[in-house]
């Protein structure tokens, strides 16, 4: 049923179909919105969980992981500080292949202190072992929590994923969201079968310590779980679309790729107005597309090539910067695209909530086109 | 065998790592003073002085590390530790 | 590969502690109490590392280890998830001092404010022993350890023991003892009564390290008997934050303690040190006073 949602709201309330049976989580700008309206449906045994006020998100996440490897279907969400604290748990949970599923309302990470968007946070986990799922709308938002459960929760992958929405521009809007019915999630989204969990019945010791002999072993089969959910994604993208009718089959999504010279290449909310401005700019009869990333890990290389395989150069929108280098994201298209002879840039935007608009968009494909890039894009000259 | 995922195991393979070739004293009861209070048995940390069916106890030397604990709390001192030959 | 014989200890043969280790004497007398209905969760640390080198578990219960502060958040989280899975396992946290007293307090407090049905057992063997014997906030009054050795101006550790079951108390907990490997069957019950007793709970257990303390293998038991002989370590029973049972001792004077063990040594010798030893004295006679364990001869 269609409805006017704030993007908080609809994030849980489809976590709520999905039937956790433990949630712990703490309050984080601009993440409060999902947990208080989630206590709010277990205070209204609106949904069967237990949720934990924990003291800290470190123990948020610590809890989870106990929590799945009990053999409970787990949810926590978090953003910034909060995803930092987690760290050491974050990679953790990977390696003990929990299929935990976090919401992560991106926001950048200080200092200086800023409750502001960026995606900062959650690619500072790039290499962390977790599945990125990075949405463009509410809706979006909403329907990635679905399939990241269904891709985690599968005994070929038994990974954790982050479910990435902008802070503030998503989490603090409302917009239209088509929201299943719990029937319909439920047929979707089966119940939680854990491939192995503790249980005084079937003893088994989780989270041993691994000597040389076998640390490498362990980690590259994460490597692979992470290469094997990427035809997962797509199965369970595939169905998605078959059963809600919108459509999640691939891990990036052109728009108005075809004939493009040009290509922006972006992740999360940006990618509604790089849509629009790439409108206006086709109106204008510059060849202009985009190709929106919503799989960061595991990274979509082979289909980012495949995608921008006819463009001339490359804009990749990166709102995060790995200091001393470039954006994480135009690095890594950069690498998906070494030999092909397309020239590719990397521009820094809207790093701690800084505004990106339809007319920025427009001047990046211009400097793009003249081959200018590489930078900061939108910088205050004059507090510099 | 394959790696079980998430580094777990399942319980038994500990005991395929034989501490026993650790040991320098050997513990050796004897049997006449003995009082089966089985104290040297509750003590031990690797858990490897049994008791036997005629109530008696024995060390599995595949695993005692020759510590000498229960040589030490053996009320009837019926153990004493023997330098091993090798 | 020759068949191994299957052993009927709940904490099997074949671990990797030292021999004489009070820490994995202390992990088989808790499972004799706990018996198999339980749920183990450990915090990196020696006994960690000594029971689970992948693929050989020491351990015949349900065990994880996650990391070396979280022990008490991943309880919360398993036993959230057994209330709703309606199951009944006992959840036995089991961590060293470094991961109670120091690094895991925030995970600890939340889960004992929360009021999680879990037991916490910290093994004490008072410093850091798997990275090679650094201090921690349970290390004691002067005893020298590699990062609070003893030299030409320094006697040693200069903070004085954490008060942690006092601390835990206070958060509510229903059930607080301190107990030691040297009285087996007093530790064995203290942990039964742990698990029983619904809420958090908590049970301290002085667990010599002859390779930390510097003394024989065999001397384990001896000396944490004389730790409380000497009144520098108590055991007792809170319960509801009270004090309601403490063991007690005809005293002797510390240096029986002390003068046998390598972390003491610098307090004997080049010249030996009455005034420090008369400190911990002090503390002794402190202990006995607060918990009044003195046992007094007729007059």
Known sequence: MMEIMEGSHAVAEIVKYCRPQVIAAYPITPQTHIVEALAQMVANCEIDAEYITVESEFSALSACLGASAAGSRVYSATTSQGLALMFEVCFNVAGMRQPVVMSIANRSLGAPLSIWNDQQDSISL??????????????????????????????????????????????????????????????????????????????????????????????????????????????????????????????????????????????????????????????????????????????????????????????????????????????????????????????????????????????????????????????????? | MPLQVGCAARPGKARENKTGAWRVFRPVVEREVCTKCGMCALVCPEGCVEETEDETYVVDLDYCKGCGICAEVCPKKAIRMEREEK | MAEVRQGCELFESGHRACGGCGPALAARLLLKATGENVIIVASTGCMEVFSTPYPETAWKVPWIHSLFENAAAVASGIDAALKKQGRDEKVVCVCGDGATFDIGVLCISGAFERGHDITYICYDNEAYMNTGIQRSGATPYDASTTTSPAGRCSLGNVHQKKDMPGILAAHGAPYVATASVAFPNDFMQKVERAVNTPGPTYVQVHAPCCTGWGFESGETLAIGKLAIETGLWVNYEMVDGEVVKAKKVRRKPVEEYLSRQRRFRHLFKPVRRDDEIAKIQAIADRNAEKFGIDIRRKE
């Not at chain 1, 999360?268 to 849509?275: L, R």
């Not at chain 1, 690095?331 to 998906?336: G, I, P, R």
Request: charged share 25%; hydrophobic share 40%; proline share 4%.
């Open chain 1, 126 to 384: 790039r290499d962390s072992g977790w599945i990125q799922l990075y949405a463009e709308d509410n809706q979006e938002a909403a329907d990635l929590h679905l399939i990241a459960y269904r891709v985690c929760e599968d005994h070929s992958v038994l990974l954790p994923a982050f479910v990435c929405f902008d802070g503030f521009i998503l989490s603090h809007t409302y917009e239209p969201v088509d929201m299943p019915t719990q029937e319909e999630v439920d047929g979707y989204l089966p119940p939680f079968v854990p491939y192995q969990r503790l249980d005084a019945k079937d003893p088994l010791s989780m989270g041993m310590y691994a000597t040389p002999e076998y640390y490498m072993e362990f980690r590259y089969e994460i490597d692979r779980a992470m290469q094997r959910a990427k035809q997962v994604l797509v199965r369970a993208g595939t169905e998605f679309s078959e059963q809600f009718g919108r459509d999640y089959t691939g891990l990036v999504e052109g728009y108005r790729l075809d004939g493009a010279d040009t290509a922006l290449v972006a992740m999360g909310s940006i990618c509604g107005t790089v849509k629009d401005a790439v409108d206006e700019m086709r109106d204008a009869g510059k060849k202009v597309g985009l190709l929106k990333i919503r799989t960061f890990r595991p990274f979509p290389a082979p289909e980012i090539a495949d995608a921008l395989r006819d463009v001339g150069t490359v804009a990749v929108l990166d709102k995060n910067i790995s200091l001393g280098n470039s954006g994480a994201v135009g690095t890594e298209v950069k690498a998906a695209l070494y030999g092909s002879g397309i020239r590719v840039l990397d521009y820094i935007i809207g790093l701690g909530g800084r505004d990106v608009r339809k007319e920025d968009i427009a001047k990046i494909v211009d400097l793009a086109e003249k081959g200018e890039g590489d930078m900061f894009y939108g910088l205050r000259t004059e507090v510099l």
